[in-house]
């Protein structure tokens, strides 16, 4: 079993910088990769990036391309989302995901995932 715990959300404002943490507790070694995901009310859930465990092959959504890095500590199993040049319309709950098992999916698309942090709010000012 695997549990995820996003940190380092908050208030930041436009054009302005966060990084998210997501911290795996568990059997960190039977994960195959992350995602990370946003999703403001009344809209669909949204992937921005994912980055498997062994290689670090990342993958980005069109939206976050070029402006967010994500990465991943595989000594403590902890994954990352460097987010830049954040806008207004970014503000939503961000969640973190593993995808676990031993069938591999696709990491693009919330299809692809196991497990789920609780989420946590980021809000852009304008």
């Known amino acids: 079993q695997v549990q995820l715990v996003e940190s380092g959300g908050g208030l930041v404002q436009t054009g302005g910088s966060l990084t998210l943490a997501c911290a795996t507790h568990g059997d960190g070694l039977s994960v195959f990769g992350w995602g990370w995901f946003r999703q403001a009310p009344g809209k669909e859930r949204e992937f921005l990036a994912a980055i498997s465990r062994d290689f670090g092959h990342t993958e980005y959504g069109d939206a976050v391309r070029g402006r967010f890095t994500i990465s991943r500590d595989t000594a403590n199993y902890t994954v990352y989302l460097q987010m830049n040049s954040l806008k207004p319309e970014e503000t939503a709950v961000y969640y973190c995901?593993?995808?676990?098992?031993?069938?591999?999916?696709?990491?693009?698309?919330?299809?692809?995932?196991?497990?789920w942090g609780q989420g946590i709010q980021v809000t852009v000012s304008s």
């Open positions: 995901a593993a995808q676990g098992g031993t069938i591999r999916r696709s990491l693009v698309g919330a299809a692809g995932y196991d497990y």
